[in-house]
């Protein structure tokens, strides 16, 4: 199975915290690691644990949370009430993949987290990077990439994306994502009825035929 994206949220509210994590672990592929409320436990979390991600505030009580992003050399999505051109350009400048002004909604860190996952897996692995992936790469991270249905959940997002060009069933789109086979079949299968996937059986020397899914251009 896909090891899920280790995440650190750091922020010097423990309530603001907390919610964050609890956001965090809802999404499929994700794991929220103990949240943290200062630079120097960030620090320590960063050497000991090695997080995927960070969800960084940018004012702490002893230092800047920009700086951490920089030092780091971690992904990291800005959560700030800072909300003036230069700390939103410091950031990005710094590494951030993205950066949200509070207070924003839930779905804007849930977006952002979707988003940031679609973009791990499009370059995951060693294989060369043609240029017409890391474009559709970057445009899904800045939210610039495909329109999603109003219909379609963000986990049905996610297993779309894992899909990508290739042929897969069930089980290897469940490896990638970081969900149960059955919860990546139920996916398809709705994908499937509104025809944005393609299913055709592969037929074994025994047993049940498999389903194959293959995204529609």
Known sequence: MTDPIRTLVLDDDFRVGRLHQAIVDERPGFVALEPVR?????????????????????????????????????????????????TVRRALRSGAHAYLIKPFEQRALVGALDRYARFRNLLSGDRALPQKDLDRALAILHGSGEAASP??????QVVLAALGE???????????????????????AALAEREAVEVRLRYGATGRPEHRYTRRA
Do not use: F
Not at 64 to 81: F, K, M, Q
Not at 151 to 156: G, H, I, K, P
């Open 38 to 86: 200062t630079i120097a436990e960030a620090r320590a979390a960063v050497r000991d644990l090695a997080p995927d991600l960070l969800v960084a505030d940018v004012y702490l009580p002893d230092g800047d949370g920009i700086g951490l992003v920089r030092e780091a050399g971690v992904d990291a999505i800005v959560v700030s009430a800072a909300d003036d051109p230069a």
């Open 151 to 156: 219909s379609r959940s963000a986990t049905e």
């Open 166 to 188: 290739d042929e897969a069933s069930a089980a290897e789109i469940g490896e990638r994502v970081g969900i149960s086979r059955a919860t990546a079949q139920r996916h398809l």
